[in-house]
């Protein structure tokens, strides 16, 4: 029998840096991707809740058979405290994956939230709760619970892949998958992108704020 379709590994990252998660809670997904060149970021999903303070935390990763839920019902029971449950679910809206109960279990472990390359359900109780949700749709029809799928590999969702352990974030604009191993670099990266931001907030009230680029850039396309 094939060994692939029930495999579960542990977390890439023995041990979690809070202060980093902390860190880009502070910080915009827009700015974010800005800095990751506009080419991290996860497309296609759309935030289900009330998206009032920003979700952060660390990839488990569901590789799920579309419209079953075995295995995200395993790795809500492995995961805990600053850690998202990311799915791939390969876009497939018929069924739900993820409902108000399942919500309900993985805020007590701690868990930030639920990026679903899929559907849910209970829409309203997502849509009044800070509890992270990004998905691809709603639909009322339950899920399966047969399996096969498969915890902490890579994942596609929505055409980015995310690796166990990357930092996800998500605000009302989306969420964005961030390498760890890019962690620190990226953040540098958008706290300065942040503070560039603040001063041409300033400039704008003030009325001191000018676009040099813009017609520098239209004199170069326009070979005038």
């Keep these: 029998?094939?060994?692939?379709?029930?495999?579960?590994?542990?977390?890439?990252?023995?041990?979690?840096?809070?202060?980093?998660?902390?860190?880009?809670?502070?910080?915009?997904?827009?700015?974010?991707?800005?800095?990751?060149?506009?080419?991290?970021?996860?497309?296609?999903?759309?935030?289900?809740?009330?998206?009032?303070?920003?979700?952060?935390?660390?990839?488990?990763?569901?590789?799920?058979?579309?419209?079953?839920?075995?295995?995200?019902?395993?790795?809500?029971?492995?995961?805990?405290?600053?850690?998202?449950?990311?799915?791939?679910?390969?876009?497939?809206?018929?069924?739900?994956?993820?409902?108000?109960?399942m919500m309900l279990d993985a805020q007590r472990r701690g868990i930030r939230g639920f990026v679903i390359d899929g559907a849910v359900r209970d829409s309203d109780v997502f849509a009044a709760n800070d509890f992270g949700c990004f998905a691809r749709g709603i639909s009322h029809l339950g899920p399966y619970k047969d399996g096969p799928g498969e915890i902490n590999v890579p994942v596609s969702i929505g055409g980015q892949v995310v690796q166990p352990g990357d930092i996800l974030v998500g605000d009302a604009d989306g969420v964005i998958a961030i390498p760890y191993a890019a962690a620190a670099e990226v953040l540098k990266l958008a706290q300065a992108k942040e503070a560039a931001e603040a001063v041409a907030k300033e400039k704008i009230a003030n009325g001191t704020y000018a676009k040099p680029w813009m017609d520098k850039t239209i004199t170069e396309k326009s070979g005038a």
């Design 1 to 101: 029998m094939s060994t692939f379709g029930f495999r579960i590994f542990p977390s890439p990252i023995a041990e979690q840096d809070a202060q980093i998660l902390a860190e880009f809670a502070q910080i915009g997904v827009a700015q974010i991707s800005d800095c990751m060149q506009r080419l991290y970021g996860i497309v296609g999903l759309r935030p289900l809740h009330a998206c009032r303070t920003r979700m952060v935390g660390f990839a488990v990763t569901v590789k799920a058979r579309p419209g079953d839920n075995l295995m995200i019902h395993k790795a809500i029971s492995l995961a805990g405290e600053g850690q998202v449950i990311v799915v791939d679910g390969k876009g497939e809206t018929s069924n739900a994956l993820v409902g108000e109960l």
